[in-house]
């Protein structure tokens, strides 16, 4: 049996240019993450049509294309741009489900497990995510759902490393006296010193 | 404990993407690269300039003047999708008659009038005129009268009875559209972009070319369309046939049924008739009596020539192409 080599993210890129169709097995490799990023931030529905929309402009910007390794970041890049048309859908699913606690948007694999295991922590970082910038919020999602770095981050959104920095300090910042005022409400709450018992 | 890595569980359980996502978006890229590989083998191009366009380019009103200049668009397309009721003689014929378009490019010009009586107007738009390709992936050319009114001034008492200035659109159905830009910009339109014309009929949840014919031989078999005889129109025989209202599936969709009058020996489309109610501003309705004639319909030979006329490229190879996105990208025009 003959095994054929595998080609880098960036040697199909490069034949691309002039054999399109070699543009194919970067779809193949990485429809599953991009999807799965969008899905995460903007539910199923806005994932599909938002998936499709970032390898079509993909191929179609691959010229321009800066990456040095994997290509994946450069299409978060591309999907966190996107993100952009959507921002306010973003925001209202984010504050329904933070104020709900149940998420409309997004399919589960095990639905029954998840809405009971991951709700209410979920539904808490869906209120902080809603009260953030959204340029804030793409770097933060962009750190903690693609995993990207903050190099890559500063490359995929074209800003300074340092204003990555800086927004995601100010989101941990955001993040911690957003998480630990509900933990202690959550906390009075339970043990009846909230005026109430 | 760093916050930001508790985001890393958010939504962990996503379930991944479904087959059929999969399976759409992979056809969406097989139409772009086809878009690419057919410019270049079927015309001879040098390579369009690529750059970005920012969001400033919103106009806001656009999608309300074209959809003025849709009318007729609209009026097409419901004759193009509302079924036709199976009756016995003409239509029957007419199914059996209709050519399978496939190899070929359909050229149509029509010419579209509006009449309206509040306000009191009647409008005669230059002629519309297309290309389509009926060969996947479906690819088409559209010049076409929208009216020339500034924004300040969307009020659908206006655009009805306003004057119009030629556009011009391209690209695949079900793809994104390419829009022509005096002088010589050609803009990439997404169809999330405020600025995508809504060319619905033509670039959505087709199957098919855009094309009366083909949907019209489709539609015979299980619709709802009256043939209601041989009539005379502008001294020639015709056959007319009458579509009523659809309870789905049209925006506008006209309140009154439609007349179709067709050639009765090729059943190709002379003149639609009918009625809409436009609704353009959000506000004011107003009741405009459409009609539109084609000028030309015919199937021409798939030549490179031909081919050429499909596409929007082609028709402008020096154009500057603007695109929507691209980060770390400068414009190049």
């Not at chain 1, 933070?98 to 709700?119: H, T």
């Not at chain 1, 953030?132 to 800003?159: G, T």
């Not at chain 2, 380019?57 to 668009?73: E, F, N």
């Not at chain 2, 129109?233 to 579509?243: A, N, P, Q, T």
């Amino acid at each position: 049996m003959v095994m054929e080599p595998v080609q880098s993210d960036l040697d199909c890129l490069a034949l691309s240019l002039s054999e399109p169709k070699a543009f194919e097995p970067i779809f193949d490799r990485h429809f599953g993450a991009v999807h799965r990023y969008l899905h995460r931030r903007v539910g199923r529905d806005l994932a599909d049509e938002l998936a499709a929309e970032t390898f079509a402009l993909a191929f179609e910007r691959r010229a321009s294309c800066r990456a040095s390794g994997s290509v994946l970041p450069w299409l978060f890049g591309i999907a966190t741009n996107l993100l952009h048309r959507c921002w306010r859908a973003e925001r209202r699913q984010l504050r329904a489900y933070g104020r709900s606690g149940v998420d409309l948007w997004v399919d589960y694999e095990d639905e029954a497990a998840a809405r009971v295991d991951s709700s209410a922590l979920d539904a808490q970082l869906a209120r902080v995510l809603a009260a953030m910038r959204p340029r804030q919020r793409d770097a933060l999602l962009l750190y903690a759902l693609a995993d990207l770095s903050y190099e890559e981050i500063s490359l995929v959104l074209d800003v300074p490393i340092g204003t990555v920095r800086s927004w995601l300090h100010r989101a941990r910042d955001v993040a911690q006296r957003a998480l630990t005022s509900e933990l202690d409400l959550s906390r009075l709450a339970e043990s009846g010193a909230d005026g109430n018992g | 404990m760093d916050e930001l890595n508790l985001f890393r569980d958010f939504r962990s359980e996503a379930a991944p993407a479904r087959w059929e996502a999969r399976r759409r978006a992979s056809a969406r890229l097989a139409d772009v690269i086809d878009l690419e590989r057919s410019l270049e083998h079927a015309v001879d191009e040098r390579p369009a300039r690529v750059g970005i366009v920012r969001w400033a380019m919103k106009r806001p009103a656009y999608v309300g003047l074209a959809s003025v200049a849709l009318i007729g668009a609209a009026a097409t397309a419901l004759f193009l999708n509302t079924p036709w009721k199976a009756s016995p003689g003409f239509l029957e014929r007419a199914a059996a008659a209709l050519p399978t378009p496939k190899g070929r490019i359909l050229h149509m010009k029509t010419e579209l009038t509006t009449t309206s009586t509040d306000p009191p107007c009647t409008v005669t738009f230059r002629p519309d005129e297309s290309w389509a390709d009926q060969t996947p992936p479906y690819r088409f050319r559209y010049t076409y009268t929208t009216p020339d009114v500034p924004p300040s001034e969307i009020d659908t008492r206006v655009l009805v009875c306003a004057g119009g200035k030629q556009e011009e659109v391209g690209g695949p159905v079900n793809a994104r559209l390419v829009e022509f830009v005096p002088p010589n910009t050609l803009v990439n339109v997404s169809p999330f972009s405020p600025n995508h014309p809504s060319f619905l009929p033509l670039t959505q949840n087709q199957t098919h070319a855009p094309d009366p014919v083909t949907t019209l031989r489709a539609a015979i078999r299980t619709g709802r369309a009256h043939d209601e005889g041989s009539t005379t129109l502008h001294g020639s025989k015709v056959e007319r046939i009458r579509i009523d209202p659809s309870p789905t599936g049209c925006i506008p969709c006209p309140p009154q049924p439609l007349y179709v009058y067709v050639d009765p020996d090729t059943f190709y489309p002379v003149e639609v008739r009918g009625v809409a109610d436009l609704n353009l501003d959000g506000v004011h309705v107003v009741r405009v009596e459409l009609n539109i004639r084609y000028l030309t319909y015919e199937y021409l030979p798939r030549t490179a020539a031909n081919l050429a006329l499909t596409n929007i490229r082609a028709q402008h190879p020096n154009a500057c192409l603007k695109d929507f996105w691209g980060p770390g990208s400068k414009p190049a025009c």
